[in-house]
T-cell receptor
Framework: AQSVTQLGSHVSVSEGALVLLRCNYS??????LFWYVQYPNQGLQLLLK??????LVKGINGFEAEFKKSETSFHLTKPSAHMSDAAEYFC?????????????FGTGTRLTIIP | EPEVTQTPSHQVTQMGQEVILRCVPI?????FYWYRQILGQKVEFLVS????????KSEIFDDQFSVERPDGSNFTLKIRSTKLEDSAMYFC???????????????????FGQGTRLTVV
C-alpha cells in the first residue's frame, strides 16, 4: 500500500521568498511521485514527476523537487515565489512501472503569496 | 494542447435523484479514471476503466456508481440515487497514449479535467 503525507494544509510566503511544500511518502515498492497544482476553478495540472530517471526533477513554472529515498521525501521548492503561484498543491504516489495505475493523493497544501 | 474536458462544471441535484457526470478524455488515451474530492479532504480514487471494462475500483465505488463509455469520445460516471455525502468535486482523468513504447507507458502520467462540483441537497 502507498500513501503520502503533506505537512501543512496552508502555507504563506512573501512574494520573492522561497517556497517549500513538504511531502513524505510511504510505499512497500519503488514509488513514482507526482506534484499536481490546482489553480482556482481549474483542474489538476501536473507540475512535475519522479520516475526514477533522476532524483532532482524540474517542472513547470520554476518548481523543482528532490526524491530522497533515505528520508522518504519529495518536497517541492521554488526559489522565488510569484503571486501567480497561489494555488493548491497535491503530492501523489503510485507504484513504479505501472503507468495506468491509480494515484494516491495527499490532502493538499494551499499556498498563499503575500505581496 | 489536448485536454480532458468535463461537463457540467457545477451540478446541483436533489437527494435520491440520478446524476450523470460527463467527461471527454484526450482522444488517443486508453485508460480513464474518476476521482473525487470531498470539501476539505484528499483526492480519492474511485475507478479506472480500460478496454470497455472496469480495471480497478475502490471501496467507495459501490453499486450506486457506474461508468460507461457510450461512444468513442465520452466517459461518464452515473450515481443512481444520490446521497448528501456524495457532494464533492469529481475529477475525470485519462492516460497512456496508443503507439508509445513500453518505457514511456510505464512513466506516463494522468491528465485531469477541471472537475465537476456536485452538490446534493
Amino acid at each position: 500500500a502507498q500513501s503520502v503525507t503533506q505537512l501543512g494544509s496552508h502555507v504563506s510566503v512573501s512574494e520573492g521568498a522561497l517556497v517549500l511544500l513538504r511531502c513524505n511518502y510511504s510505499s512497500s515498492v519503488p514509488p513514482y511521485l507526482f506534484w499536481y497544482v490546482q489553480y482556482p476553478n481549474q483542474g489538476l495540472q501536473l507540475l512535475l514527476k519522479y520516475t526514477s530517471a533522476a532524483t532532482l526533477v524540474k517542472g513547470i513554472n520554476g518548481f523543482e523537487a528532490e526524491f530522497k529515498k533515505s528520508e522518504t521525501s519529495f518536497h517541492l521548492t521554488k526559489p522565488s515565489a510569484h503571486m501567480s503561484d497561489a494555488a493548491e498543491y497535491f503530492c501523489a504516489v503510485r507504484r513504479a512501472n505501472f503507468g495506468n495505475e491509480k494515484l494516491t493523493f495527499g490532502t493538499g497544501t494551499r499556498l498563499t503569496i503575500i505581496p | 494542447e489536448p485536454e480532458v474536458t468535463q461537463t457540467p462544471s457545477h451540478q446541483v441535484t436533489q437527494m435520491g435523484q440520478e446524476v450523470i457526470l460527463r467527461c471527454v478524455p484526450i482522444s488517443n488515451h486508453l485508460y480513464f479514471y474518476w476521482y473525487r474530492q470531498i470539501l476539505g479532504q484528499k483526492v480519492e480514487f474511485l475507478v479506472s476503466f480500460y478496454n470497455n471494462e472496469i480495471s480497478e475500483k475502490s471501496e467507495i465505488f459501490d453499486d450506486q456508481f457506474s461508468v460507461e463509455r457510450p461512444d468513442g469520445s465520452n466517459f461518464t460516471l452515473k450515481i443512481r440515487s444520490t446521497k448528501l455525502e456524495d457532494s464533492a468535486m469529481y475529477f475525470c482523468a485519462s492516460s497512456h497514449m496508443t503507439n508509445i513504447s513500453l518505457v514511456a507507458a510505464m512513466n506516463t502520467e494522468a491528465f485531469f479535467g477541471q472537475g465537476t462540483r456536485l452538490t446534493v441537497v
